[in-house]
Nanobody
Framework: QVQLVESGGGLVQAGGSLRLSCAASGRTVSRITMAWFRRAPGKEREFVAGISWIGDSTASADSVKGRFTISRDNAENAVYLQMNSLKPEDTAVYYC?????????????????WGQGTQVTVSS
């Protein structure tokens, strides 16, 4: 079992930055792929970014490329999402997820563990 707890969400103006953190406990996160998803009001949950076991492979959605960066610190059992140049359309609840696969997968059905989510609101 893996427990995931997100933090770092909040209200920010367009063009601003936020850094989300995901603290993992239970099972060592060094052997699992981690990702961030988000769900905007009235929309389906969507993949944002993912990072493989040892951090040598990352993937991100086209909508956030060049603005968001995912990273991990296995010693701290944590994953981060640095979000820059935020836009109002980035407003959503952001979820941390863990997948026992060694590869980054974009479908949410592939992920075994989920956090409760943290709200990010970007004002125009």
């Amino acid at each position: 079992q893996v427990q995931l707890v997100e933090s770092g969400g909040g209200l920010v103006q367009a063009g601003g930055s936020l850094r989300l953190s995901c603290a993992a406990s239970g099972r060592t996160v060094s052997r699992i792929t981690m990702a961030w998803f988000r769900r905007a009001p009235g929309k389906e949950r969507e993949f944002v970014a993912g990072i493989s076991w040892i951090g040598d492979s990352t993937a991100s959605a086209d909508s956030v490329k060049g603005r968001f960066t995912i990273s991990r610190d296995n010693a701290e059992n944590a994953v981060y999402l640095q979000m820059n140049s935020l836009k109002p359309e980035d407003t959503a609840v952001y979820y941390c997820a863990a997948d026992k696969s060694q590869f980054v997968r974009v479908g949410d059905a592939a992920y075994d563990y989920w956090g409760q989510g943290t709200q990010v609101t970007v004002s125009s």
